[in-house]
Structure formats: structure tokens, C-alpha cells
């Protein structure tokens, strides 16, 4: 290969590369402007406001919501897998209890939902 064609395939990689580079820093910018908006606004947490007062949320529904995001949700002041658990909890808040009991045996037990 004559030393024109060895410099423009040298040329094509390195511009692929930055090429790469730049599409991984535009993916993170975006992923971390998105994440912000997120976390400012909490639109993706349902609460009972947002789904309207025809459509009530289940308590254990609520909970959920409040360990995955870590917020007070119902405003009762308590966070559900940090503050505290239920005793007999419905099937959707099994695992969750479990991986706490496991990792928190101290934390409160509260003996129903609320």
C-alpha cells in the first residue's frame, strides 16, 4: 500500500475514534440533563395527587414508591425500607421487606399497613 493510502486509513481511525468519543460524552451529557430534570421536577413518582382522586393508590403501592425514591410520599414523616416495615406485608412489598429485615434487623416494625 503506497504511503498516501497507510495515512488517510491512519486518518479514517483516528476520526472514527473521536468520532466514538464524542458520541459517548453527547450520551452522558444527555443522560445526566435528563437524570437532573428527573430528580428536580419528581414527576415519575406517582403519588395520589398526580394520579387523581378517582384513582386511588393502595398503601403498598405508595410504599414501594417511597423506598425506590426515598422520599415521604404519603406524608405520614416515615419512609418505608428506611424507617420502617410491615410485619405481614403484601406481595408486592415481600422482597423489598426481606432485603431490609436483612440488611437493617433493628429497623421498626409496624404490625399492618397504614
Same mark, same amino acid.
Given at each position: @500500500? ?7 486509513? #491512519? ?5 472514527? !475514534?473521536?468520532?466514538?468519543?464524542l458520541k ?5 451529557? /444527555? ?9 428536580? /421536577?419528581? #414527576?415519575?413518582?406517582? /403519588?395520589?395527587?398526580? @394520579? !387523581?382522586?378517582?384513582?386511588?393508590? $393502595? ?6 414508591? #417511597?423506598?425506590l425514591h ?6 405520614? !414523616? $416515615?419512609?418505608? !425500607?428506611?424507617?420502617? *416495615? ?7 412489598? $415481600? /422482597?423489598?421487606?426481606?432485603? *431490609? ?14
Amino acid at each position: @500500500m503506497c504511503e498516501c493510502a497507510s495515512q488517510f486509513t #491512519e486518518l479514517i481511525n483516528v476520526n472514527n !475514534g473521536i468520532l466514538t468519543e464524542l458520541k459517548l460524552i453527547n450520551q452522558k451529557i /444527555t443522560d445526566e440533563h435528563i437524570l437532573s430534570r428527573i430528580n428536580e /421536577t419528581n #414527576e415519575h413518582i406517582l /403519588t395520589r395527587d398526580r @394520579m !387523581g382522586l378517582d384513582n386511588q393508590l $393502595k398503601p403498598a403501592d405508595i410504599m414501594v414508591q #417511597e423506598y425506590l425514591h426515598g422520599k415521604d410520599l404519603d406524608e405520614n !414523616g $416515615k419512609i418505608y !425500607g428506611f424507617d420502617f *416495615v410491615v410485619e405481614n406485608p403484601p406481595p408486592i412489598l $415481600k /422482597t423489598i421487606t426481606s432485603n *431490609v429485615l436483612s440488611e437493617n434487623p433493628n429497623i421498626r416494625i409496624d404490625p399492618e399497613l397504614e
